[in-house]
T-cell receptor, first 115, second 111 residues
Framework: DAGVIQSPRHEVTEMGQEVTLRCKPISGHNSLFWYRQTMMRGLELLIYFNNNVPIDDSGMPEDRFSAKMPNASFSTLKIQPSEPRDSAVYFC?????????????FGEGSRLTVL | TQLLEQSPQFLSIQEGENLTVYCNSSSVFSSLQWYRQEPGEGPVLLVTVVTGGEVKKLKRLTFQFGDARKDSSLHITAAQPGDTGLYLCAGEGNNFNKFYFGSGTKLNVKP
């Protein structure tokens, strides 16, 4: 079975450019999460969706970040305009249920470098 | 500010040694998970502990959840090079599925 699929795997862009990261969760999973990982701050939850509805976006750093989930099989995280401090690995994860103790299945991540 | 503090941050040991990594918080969690992450990949779940005082074993790995559900430990017996990786603990808060990750322990097991 295919796992969580993220694209692009690597992106290098210049400050001020728009960045769009994409995620396809595991089929049948109804929760989707966007995380950001850096050396300084570790793994931070940005936003999570349940049944395509954003449940908690309190981790989104600022208005430059936005996330959408138009259907059960696709989500995007957009940064506009991007800044060097946004450089990080962005992970998408999905979970099969909204009950407690759900396992998170992570994608391989999108490594973003903003020059 | 990290809700979950892990120690040590880095650990480099020889194959065959035993080790323990710790995950501590001042907050109570409904459950706690341990993940392992290898370079260039996402974290992969090792175990979930739910009950205070619970102990779970996974081959050479032993996981314990503190009685007050604020802390956890991971003990590896006779470490092998294949155990090398970043070990992350994650606590589930009151909101379903909202997991707070610790800072991680980077383990290197030398052959």
């Amino acid at each position: 079975d295919a796992g969580v699929i993220q694209s692009p795997r690597h992106e290098v862009t210049e400050m001020g450019q728009e960045v769009t990261l994409r995620c396809k969760p595991i089929s049948g999973h109804n929760s989707l999460f966007w995380y950001r990982q850096t050396m300084m701050r570790g793994l931070e939850l940005l936003i999570y969706f349940n049944n395509n509805v954003p449940i908690d976006d309190s981790g989104m750093p600022e208005d430059r970040f936005s996330a959408k989930m138009p259907n059960a099989s696709f989500s995007t995280l957009k940064i506009q305009p991007s800044e060097p401090r946004d450089s990080a690995v962005y992970f998408c994860a999905s979970s099969p249920d909204r009950g407690r103790n759900g396992e998170l299945f992570f994608g391989e991540g999108s490594r973003l470098t903003v020059l | 500010t990290q809700l979950l503090e892990q120690s040590p941050q880095f650990l480099s040991i020889q194959e065959g040694e035993n080790l323990t990594v710790y995950c501590n918080s001042s907050s109570v969690f409904s459950s706690l998970q341990w993940y392992r992450q290898e370079p260039g990949e996402g974290p992969v779940l090792l175990v979930t502990v739910v009950t205070g005082g619970e102990v779970k074993k996974l081959k050479r790995l032993t996981f314990q959840f503190g009685d007050a559900r604020k802390d956890s430990s991971l003990h590896i017996t006779a470490a092998q090079p294949g155990d090398t990786g970043l070990y992350l603990c994650a606590g589930e808060g009151n909101n379903f599925n909202k997991f707070y990750f610790g800072s991680g322990t980077k383990l290197n097991v030398k052959p």
